[in-house]
């Protein structure tokens, strides 16, 4: 194995002696370490990593081995809730819930249309999860709102893939880590967000000085901190700072000109946009000094092999699309992709946020199918065995949009699979308002801020109480073995959809049920037959392969059951107008190109380059509202803290949200260390003590948004504000103007 030593990080409770092991996968971030599950007598009692699996040589990230211990918890809901007239939720039997259901479901179509239900989803369920939300959605139903939190998370990795590829599918791997002379983590802050990467460059790092490692982020974080050079970038400036540098490595022509030859079409487009951004304009608009900027054009101009990782410092930035291709670009002038130890890595951040894109509950259409090509559709209909013109079509409809639309009564009926909104979506004030208006259901294993709007509830199975598989950040499919029976009184997210499908009676052409599996496996089965041929095909691995092997990279198709490490080594790209899951969207506007406008710029197996402008971002600070806000993740806790908090120990070492801010600032304001601030946006206000120190730039301030009930004073999202990248339609999570007060 590339990297190593393993070291097994193992927790299980105390005193208790394990019956067996069951093969899983970590249900946290998108690295998807390999994990055994401690089981007795029919109860998870803990957890350890997977020593033989080469993604994380069995290490556990902190939060990972307390897990397990949610699903043990005392306040988890183990009967539906359905809301009664005096708008409390009441205990209801299955049969009641999923009949209420599908009357509301039934009564929305009729009354408002198909496009009327919304189903909003998640990236931390199932593949075989997803392609029967995309079968029953699609083909059932035939909606085209289907979403999820992956719209927050990696839509921009999806689009920047589709623009400058052709298709989804990250080129590098997590291999290539263990090569790369150069690793510039972008907008990426792994020391607390993917601790068991972080580990293993810095390992090597520690061993043999290699990699050289970029750090571009505003803050000095744990990351930054172990940089041999930290780009300490003024916030929304990232197309600035990747024009100044591409323009630097241009003018000495570090370039590949065979590559750019050979494989790809518009280098001249993007160059010119590259005019004018010499290094002190760059340094101007960015804040990174001169000679800081000069070693970083020298080091990604002249390095024989790269790996660039970008999160959401780029994706819930302004020009998040357009940062990402500005990097696809890099690699590609540079030649530094399809190689070992090279190309974009362009992360997930959910343990299969990915695989929803991949099969299809999100985005686009199943095994990376363009929903604008009607043959793609035609293939897909006839898997099927459904009528073509049932398929919806039309550009996605985001999260973000889809607020606008319960707003105007245009969305009746909206279901909520594993993931927490009413934290996570930007602007909660709004949030809270629409999302009111339609019929809600909720599919939870706990009470959270969104089941307050929720018309019906229902429990689900958590991890290790089911079976199916995920896809990470670097296209490795795990297997997650069912350690358990679920307790009495849930159900699978995968049962309950097999369950709504069957009532809601949804046929094929020839009157059989449309869905015809009633296990995981064979679902499996049939989305493999739909991946056969396409970018991510799947063929040739089986439950039984993924566990034997510890995972495998797709492609995997028949002639090649290893699957594929890297993409594109060949330097062909799935851009045929055929083959292509997108015909592409103006890079500055997000207008969608035609098939007309991308058959006349026949890239044809050639990678693209795009022009990339830099915009600034959407909200700037101005009179009443000094201040930048910055808002993200620390170490210690998983999100909406629904998993986290019920941990004792993950609980108290971040019990409550903060602000950093800096201490010239804080001086200024006569803040001390831990006082309660008030901080204000033109949208809310939330009290929180405040961090003193240097992590954070003058003028700006950061608070984790992890925190925050359904009134919630903590919730850094009550600051947040609503605009979207054109492409990717992903918001702006991170910049946001505000002021800080002393109460
Ligand atoms: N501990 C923990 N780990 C997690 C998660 C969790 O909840 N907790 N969630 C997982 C998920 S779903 C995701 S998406 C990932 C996210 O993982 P990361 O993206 O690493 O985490 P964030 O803290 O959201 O943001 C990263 C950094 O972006 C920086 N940033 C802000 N503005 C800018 C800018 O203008 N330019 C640049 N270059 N950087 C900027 C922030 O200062 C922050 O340090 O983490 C995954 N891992
Ligand atoms: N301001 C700001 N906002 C952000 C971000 C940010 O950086 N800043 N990051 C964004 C990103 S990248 C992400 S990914 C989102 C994450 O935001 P969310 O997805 O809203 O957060 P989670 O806490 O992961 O929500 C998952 C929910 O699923 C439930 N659950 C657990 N297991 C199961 C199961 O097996 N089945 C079902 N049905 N439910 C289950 C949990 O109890 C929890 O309520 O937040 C986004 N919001
Ligand atoms: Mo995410």
């Known amino acids: 194995m590339a990297w190593g030593p393993t070291k097994q990080n193992i927790h299980v409770e105390q005193g208790e002696e394990v ?72 205990p209801a039997s299955w049969e009641e819930a999923m009949s209420l259901i599908t009357r509301k479901a039934k009564e929305s179509i009729e009354k408002l249309g198909q496009n009327s239900i919304s189903i909003y989803s998640t990236g931390q369920g199932f593949l075989e999860d997803y392609y029967t939300i995309a079968k029953i959605g699609r083909a059932g139903i035939g909606t085209h709102l289907l979403d999820a939190n992956t719209r927050l998370c990696t839509a921009t990795t999806e689009w920047c893939l589709l623009q400058s590829f052709g298709s989804d599918g990250v080129p590098a791997a997590f291999e290539d880590l263990d090569e790369a002379e150069t ?171 990915s695989g929803n894109r991949t099969v299809g509950g999100v985005g686009t259409y199943p095994g990376n199918r363009n929903p604008e090509n009607p043959e793609h559709l035609k293939d897909i209909a006839e898997l099927w065995n459904v009528d073509e013109k049932k398929l919806p079509t039309g550009p996605e409809k985001g999260i973000i949009k889809q607020l606008e639309l319960m707003e105007s009564g245009e969305i009746g009926f909206f279901w909520n699979i594993h993931t927490n909104p009413l934290v996570s979506l930007p602007h909660r004030e709004r949030v809270r308002e629409a999302m009111k208006k339609p019929f809600v259901v909720v599919q939870d294993p706990f009470l959270t801020a969104t089941t307050e709007v929720a018309d019906v509830v229902l429990p689900p199975a958590m991890w290790g109480e089911k079976t199916g598989t995920m896809e990470n950040g670097d296209r490795t499919i795990n297997v997650l073995r069912k350690a358990i029976e679920p307790p009495e009184g849930v159900k699978s997210d995968f049962d309950i959809l097999l369950e709504f499908a069957r009532r809601m009676d949804f046929r094929d052409k020839d009157g059989n049920p449309l869905i015809d599996y009633s296990e995981p496996e064979e679902a499996f ?106 808002t993200g993740r620390i170490i210690w806790h998983w999100h909406t ?86 492409l990717s339609h992903q918001p702006v999570l991170k910049h946001a103007a505000c002021r800080v007060e002393k109460i």
């Open 525 to 630: 089965e049939e989305w493999k037959k739909v991946s056969a041929g396409r970018p991510s095909d799947m063929t040739s691995m089986t439950y039984d392969r993924l566990e034997q092997e510890n995972g495998i990279h797709w492609p995997a198709p028949k002639d090649k059951p290893e699957g594929t490490v890297r993409l594109y080594s060949e330097g062909h790209f799935p851009t045929e107008h055929d083959v292509a899951q997108s015909f592409g969207k103006d890079i500055d506007t997000g207008r969608p190109n035609t098939s007309e406008e991308f058959a006349e710029l026949n890239p044809n197996g050639e990678a693209i380059f795009h022009p990339t402008h830099y915009f600034g971002t959407p909200e700037k600070p101005k009179k009443d509202y000094p201040m930048w806000l910055n």
């Open 19 to 90: 019956d067996h092991w069951v093969h899983s996968t970590c249900n946290l971030c998108s690295i998807g370490c390999g994990t055994d599950i401690a089981v007795k007598d029919d109860h998870i009692i803990g957890i350890r990593g997977n020593k033989d699996h080469s993604i994380n040589l069995g290490r556990l990230d902190p939060k990972a081995k307390d897990q397990w211990i949610p699903n043990n918890s005392e306040d988890r809901l183990l009967t539906p809730l359905i809301r009664d007239d005096h708008g409390k939720l009441q």
């Open 183 to 353: 690793v510039m983590l972008f907008g990426h802050n792994p020391a607390e967000t993917g601790t068991v990467l972080f580990d293993r460059i810095m390992e090597r790092k520690k061993k043999t000085g290699k990699p050289y490692l970029i750090v571009v982020d505003p803050r000095e974080t744990l990351s930054a901190k172990e940089a041999d050079l930290h780009l300490k970038i003024h916030p929304g400036t990232n197309v600035a700072l990747l024009n100044g540098l591409l323009n630097y490595v241009v003018e000495r022509d570090w370039l590949d000109h065979d590559y750019i030859n050979a494989h790809t079409i518009q280098f001249a487009e993007m160059k010119e946009s590259l005019k004018g951004w010499d290094i002190e304009r760059t340094s101007d608009v960015t804040d990174i000094p001169v000679d800081e900027l000069t070693r970083a054009a020298e080091q990604l101009g002249q390095t024989g092999s790269l790996v660039s990782t970008t999160l959401q410092g780029v994706y819930q930035s302004n020009d998040a699309t357009a940062t990402c291709v500005a990097i696809n670009n890099l690699h590609l002038m540079r030649g530094l992709i399809g190689k070992p130890g090279s190309g974009p890595l362009h992360l997930a951040g959910q343990p299969s946020s």
């Open 641 to 726: 803290r629904t998993k986290t908090a019920r941990s004792p120990y993950l609980d108290d070492k971040a019990p409550e949200a903060y602000v950093e801010i800096h201490k010239t600032d804080a001086d200024k304001l006569a803040i001390k260390e831990d006082e309660v601030v008030r901080i204000t946006s033109p949208r809310g206000t939330i009290d929180v003590p405040a961090r003193i120190g240097d992590v954070v730039r003058q003028g700006e301030v950061f608070v984790p948004f992890h925190y925050g009930d359904w009134e919630g004073e903590q919730a850094a999202n009550e600051l947040t504000h609503e605009s979207v990248d054109p």
